[in-house]
Every structure is written in structure tokens, then in C-alpha cells.
């Protein structure tokens, strides 16, 4: 299986700052990527170079093509919904369909209208009757309806309620997760999407921190959840981060923690925002780690 | 969204939900599963995860293949998970139980039986 993405050695610069420093990663097909990081950790620039809207130095593959220099043909075989997308107000959902079968050869508007008959929305209805979750819906059936490979999407659910983000997600599986298709989803509200993740890119300052699946972080990351009498030993033991659990404490360890230490405590399943504050408040842990 | 807590893996977590509607009867024995991506979409999780939850409840026996149609609750399996449940509670809580109405000087005749 050849990757849908393959990055090395990533650099990009803003004048004198450096948006993004020494990335390397690879997404395979099948995938449901999250590209996790503060506010200005580099997530849209990031997802900017792999539609070929920023030039970056390095080497940079995405569906097989330079992006930058081979944009038109790639966006054929790519989904994106920027960060600050928006649909035009005055049109209705039937003639945004129209409009998208003339601007993208791959799109097909009997899937965008069967997927919008998933949704509350009509197919007559102006954009601008819309409440902010039915036009994300509306935007996502859109671009799903394109026969694409790779799907890239920039903070998509940012200002929806819940009840939105869990239809936004729901039809994302049921209707683009088909074990061949990925998609790379950025965000730093975490939580909301950790279960729905199989690999994590995570960044800071434009560093790449963590490029994992979920089923290595939970064979590499070990957090023990232990008794406030345990609480020195465990800090004795240099955890990469000390948080609270429901019921006492947990300390978090990147490898196994020595065997003494490990009797004193439940082993918990790592969850993914305990360890994006490990790794992303404290970077001169990062360092360490790699060197 | 879904809670999952924090001491098993997700698989695990969903694998016992399913088995619990198993038992409930709410998953039909000889009737399909449902799919990976509608249980996906419906619990929010990754496709893998719950392949991972399908194949652990396909060790314990309560599933079978048939070919070209995926997979089906196999008939016996509520049986079979009562019987586990039984085991478990009788080797693992029962003792346990025990230990602590004794202590608390609980006798049977103490205890509410009517259903």
C-alpha cells in the first residue's frame, strides 16, 4: 500500500519565523488522521502546504504529486474544507450542488443530494436559513460527494453545539471511513475526537511532537492511577506528567515505569489530552526525549 | 460524547456493551450484527476499534461467519454469556459478598427475595 501522504523533512517560514520545523510523517489509506496543537502551533499551515496553498522546503507527497507545483490536478482527488470556509448566503443547497458538478469533475450531486437527505436540511433551502451546524452538514456532504482519496479538513466542527459535531461525525464514518479512503482532521479540542482517531500528528511551535497510531501510543505511553501515599514514589520516578483521575492520581510515563513502581499503581488507558499537555506545555521534555 | 472510562481499552469497554445487549436480547441470536460502520457511527469510534470489539466477542464464541453475509450472533451465545457471568459471579463477587454480609451480620432471612 503506497502512503496517501508522505512528508520529509518539512520546513516553512513566515520572514524570520519558522511555521513549521523538520516535519516528517506519512499517512496510509484507511486512516483517520487527527492533527492536534495550540492555537498558532502550525495546524493550517500545515494543512495549507498539503494543498499545495503554501510552497514548503523538503520533500513533500501527497496522492503521489508535488502539491504546490501540481495543484489543480491534485484538488481533483482531494476533499478540503479550510478553516475559514463559508458557502455563498444568496444560494440555495440544490444550486450549490449545480455549481460544484460544473467546477469538479469527481463530483457526483446524486451523492451530495442522497447525503444531504441524511440531514434536516432541504434541498431548496437558502444557505442563509441555515443555522451554523446545517451548513458545516451541508459543506461536508459536498465535498464527501467528491470521488476523492484523501480528505482534509481545518477545524471543522469549531463553534458547533454538540448535537452538531455528533452528526458532523457521524456522517463523516458512515459516509467517507471505507477502509480505504483517509482523512485528516485538525483541532485542538481533543477529547471530542480521540475515540474517533487511528493515528495522531501532534505539534508544537511547529515541531512535530508525537506521529503515532492510537495502538502505539497505548503500547508505548503507560499511565498509573494510584493512592495519595504512592504519590512521591511515582514522582520519584520522573513521570512526564502528574494529573488527576477520578478517585486520586495518575502519573503518566513514556515506557514502561521500573517494576516497584508499576506495583504501585493501575495501569489506565493514556488518554490523548493528558498527553497532548505532557507533550505540549513542556517541551524541554520533548527534547530529552528525542535526544 | 460517549463516556468511556479510563481503566480498560475502548474495545474492550464496547465489546462488553455489546455482549450486555446480547443478553438483554436486543442483539438476536442467528440475526446479523450490526455493521462496523454503523456501530462506529452510532458509539463515535474509529472503524478499527470496533473491529477489534467484534473480533474479541468472535473469541469468546458468541459469533459466527457466513459467507457473503458477514457477521451473525450465534445461536447459543446468550447461553454461553450467561453461563460466563454465572462463573463469575459465583468464583469472583459471591465470596466477596459473603465476606461482607457476614461482617455486617446479615443472615438470609434478613433479605428482601420477593421479585
Redesign the interface.
Known amino acids: 500500500m503506497q502512503a496517501l501522504i508522505e512528508a520529509q523533512g518539512l520546513n516553512l517560514h513566515y520572514g524570520r519565523k519558522q511555521a513549521l520545523d523538520d516535519l516528517s510523517f506519512a499517512v496510509q489509506p484507511g486512516r483517520v488522521v487527527g492533527l492536534l496543537g495550540h492555537n498558532g502551533a502550525g495546524k493550517t499551515t500545515l494543512m495549507k502546504a498539503l494543498v499545495g496553498l503554501h510552497a514548503a522546503q523538503g520533500r513533500l507527497s501527497v496522492l503521489g504529486r508535488d502539491p504546490f507545483h501540481d495543484r489543480v490536478a491534485l484538488l481533483e482527488d482531494l476533499a478540503y474544507i479550510p478553516d475559514v470556509a463559508i458557502l455563498p448566503r444568496w444560494a440555495t443547497v440544490s444550486q450549490l450542488i449545480t455549481l460544484m458538478s460544473g467546477l469538479h469533475p469527481k463530483f457526483s450531486a446524486d451523492r451530495a443530494r442522497a447525503l444531504i437527505r441524511r440531514t434536516s436540511v432541504g434541498l431548496g433551502d437558502p444557505v442563509k436559513n441555515l443555522s451554523k451546524g446545517m451548513v458545516v452538514q451541508v459543506h461536508l456532504a459536498l465535498v464527501a460527494a467528491i470521488d476523492a482519496r484523501l480528505m482534509v479538513l481545518d477545524e471543522p466542527t469549531l463553534g458547533l453545539d454538540v448535537l452538531s459535531r455528533k452528526a458532523f461525525y457521524e456522517m463523516l464514518i458512515d459516509e467517507w471511513c471505507d477502509g480505504q479512503r483517509s482523512v485528516l482532521i485538525s483541532t485542538h479540542q481533543v477529547e471530542e475526537i480521540e475515540t474517533l482517531l487511528s493515528d495522531v500528528l501532534m505539534l508544537n511551535e511547529g515541531r512535530l511532537v508525537l506521529s503515532l497510531s492510537l495502538e502505539d501510543i497505548d503500547r508505548r505511553f503507560v499511565a498509573l492511577g494510584h493512592d495519595p501515599a504512592a504519590a512521591d514514589a511515582m514522582a520519584a520516578a520522573h513521570p512526564l506528567l502528574r494529573y488527576r483521575v477520578q478517585g486520586g492520581s495518575a502519573a503518566l510515563f513514556d515506557g514502561a515505569p521500573p517494576p516497584e513502581v508499576a506495583a504501585l499503581g493501575q495501569r489506565l488507558r493514556p488518554s490523548l489530552v493528558d498527553l497532548f499537555v505532557a507533550l505540549t506545555r513542556r517541551p524541554e521534555i520533548n527534547r530529552t526525549q528525542e535526544g | 460524547?460517549?463516556p468511556?472510562h479510563?481503566?480498560?481499552?475502548?474495545y474492550q469497554q464496547l465489546a462488553d456493551q455489546l455482549a450486555a445487549r446480547l443478553l438483554d436480547g436486543e442483539l438476536t441470536e442467528g440475526e446479523p450484527m450490526p455493521s462496523v460502520?454503523?456501530l462506529?457511527?452510532?458509539?463515535?469510534?474509529?472503524?478499527?476499534?470496533v473491529s477489534r470489539a467484534l473480533q474479541a466477542l468472535d473469541e469468546d464464541g458468541l459469533l459466527e461467519h457466513r459467507r457473503g453475509l458477514g457477521l451473525y450472533v450465534r445461536p447459543g451465545a446468550r447461553d454461553r454469556l450467561r453461563q460466563a457471568a454465572r462463573q463469575r459471579f459465583l468464583a469472583d463477587e459471591w465470596p466477596a459478598l459473603r465476606a461482607r454480609l457476614q461482617r455486617l451480620g446479615i443472615s438470609e432471612h434478613d433479605l428482601d427475595w420477593t421479585l
Open positions: 460524547m460517549q468511556w479510563q481503566q480498560l481499552p475502548i460502520r454503523n462506529a457511527s452510532r458509539y463515535l469510534l474509529n472503524p478499527l476499534t
